[in-house]
């Protein structure tokens, strides 16, 4: 939380929501699906999730669509924390330990993951709330 106040205060939120400039929904859940994925490769799962809801609240009235692009930033996450040994405290871990390599760890599990959340992203696509307008 101390993270999300910090980006707060200094308008980070203002500077990402001011460039996310599409109002489609499809776009729209492809682009936060992708930066969460990226930023969960460098900060923990948990801290990526909070930062991105924070903005989704500021980006997004509340709604179905909201709660949909919620469950894509936890998907994310998980997905993109996975592939970096810094993005999820299990393979943060084993890296510190010597059990895995950043490179090899990086170069075995990056394509996975991207799968991971693009078939998932593909899906969701479809559904009646990413056709229609959110705002």
Not at 23 to 42: E, Y
Request: aromatic residues 8%; glycine residues 6%; proline residues 4%.
């Amino acid at each position: 939380m101390t993270i999300v106040e910090i980006v707060d205060a200094h308008q980070g939120f203002k500077i990402v929501t001011d460039n996310i400039t599409t109002r489609k929904p499809r776009t729209l859940l492809w682009v936060i699906g992708f930066m969460t994925f990226f930023m969960s490769s460098v900060l923990d799962n948990l801290t990526s999730t909070i930062v991105m809801v924070s903005l989704l609240r500021k980006l997004v009235p509340p709604s179905e669509y909201r709660k949909l692009l919620g469950a894509v930033v936890v998907m994310a996450a998980n997905a993109g924390g996975a592939w970096s040994p810094i993005g999820d405290v299990t393979t943060t871990m084993l890296w510190i330990h010597g059990q895995i390599s950043t490179l090899k760890t990086i170069k075995d599990l990056f394509l996975p993951c991207v799968v991971s959340l693009a078939v998932p992203l593909t899906l969701m696509s479809f559904t009646r709330y990413s056709v229609h307008k959110y705002s």
